[in-house]
């Protein structure tokens, strides 16, 4: 198997992986929000506010590549099913680049900060809970690196594509 093949596999595994723990983490969620429905008027439980503000982001960062991996990240076919065969892998190397230049921009944006966050154990929220920080900037990071990679390789594919 060609290395470029066995890159790729190892991409598409790895969105799977993180897509379930996405799907978990939800579920967690969700029950959180629950618990603090039902109990709320008994001051049982307290927090979740932070849990669920924090856990949004990772979960979202968690799913991208899994959608972009799997051609079911949200587009409009508008003018891209009148293009011819040229127009269109235009349009895919163009809306490639953008989101290259759009995880880059994110990934450096926010590595210091993640840094910093491993550096003090960021945490947020005061009293009932304290939800850290550190690890939703990590995994905004980590799935944004991801994302360029997964984005080059579609870029590579454009490329390499014969005209039919």
Avoid: H
């Amino acid at each position: 198997m060609p290395i470029s093949r066995l890159v790729i596999v190892m991409v598409k595994k790895l969105s799977e992986i993180l897509q379930s723990i996405a799907a978990i983490w939800l579920v967690f969620v969700a029950f959180t929000i629950f618990a603090e429905v039902t109990f709320r008027n008994f001051g049982l439980f307290l927090g979740a506010d932070q849990i669920v503000q924090n856990s949004v982001p990772a979960i979202v960062f968690l799913q991208v590549p899994f959608a972009i991996v799997s051609g079911t990240m949200l587009r409009t076919t508008l003018i891209y099913e009148f293009c011819t065969k040229n127009g269109k892998k235009i349009i895919n190397i163009l809306s490639f680049l953008i989101g290259v230049m759009l995880f880059i921009g994110i990934s450096v944006g926010g590595w210091t900060d993640m840094i910093k966050g491993w550096e003090i154990r960021e945490y947020q929220g005061i009293g009932a809970i304290e939800f850290p920080v550190y690890i939703i900037r990590t995994v905004i990071i980590f799935a944004s690196i991801m994302i360029v990679f997964i984005y080059a390789s579609l870029i590579i594919n454009e490329f390499k594509k014969k005209d039919k």
